[in-house]
């Protein structure tokens, strides 16, 4: 069962996607970018890092506290809303850029993209 994390868009999250439902509905049914997991132990969610593009040090927050947990972050999903911002609201993160950074430093694999409602 992997240890999966996800970040979503600070600026979206509760705004025009509200507690995180979808990407709740979205474990349960495997649905759209969950799709690749038997099974998903959710471990850590949170934002990430707010504009204009903090996610770096974020995500070594979110390493070390899952790893000292004995619960390490083993797959990091950018939610749907993270992509959404990337291709409709000049979010200044560069998924390609950002994925190679994230897999080096931390070890993890990272995927754009939760839900597909
Ligand atoms: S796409 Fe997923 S992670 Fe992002 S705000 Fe919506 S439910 Fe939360
Ligand atoms: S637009 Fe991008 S950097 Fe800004 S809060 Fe949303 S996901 Fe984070």
């Known amino acids: 069962m992997p240890n999966v ?10 705004y025009s996607c509200i507690a995180c439902a979808k990407c709740y509905k979205g474990m349960s049914e495997k649905n759209g970018e969950f799709a690749r997991h038997d099974d998903i132990q959710l471990v850590a969610m949170t934002d990430c890092g707010g504009c204009p593009g903090l996610s770096v040090p974020r ?6 506290i899952t790893k000292n947990l004995d619960r390490p972050v083993e797959t990091l999903h950018l939610g749907t809303c993270m992509k959404l911002a990337m291709e409709t609201a000049q979010c200044p993160i560069d998924f390609d850029d950002l994925k190679v950074t994230l897999e080096k430093k931390f070890g993890i694999d990272v995927v754009l993209g939760t839900h597909s409602y």
Do not use: F, P, Q, T
């Not at 995500?59 to 070390?64: G, M, Q, R």
């Open 5 to 14: 994390g996800i970040l979503y868009c600070k600026k979206i999250k509760d």
């Open 59 to 64: 995500v070594k927050l979110v390493s070390e």
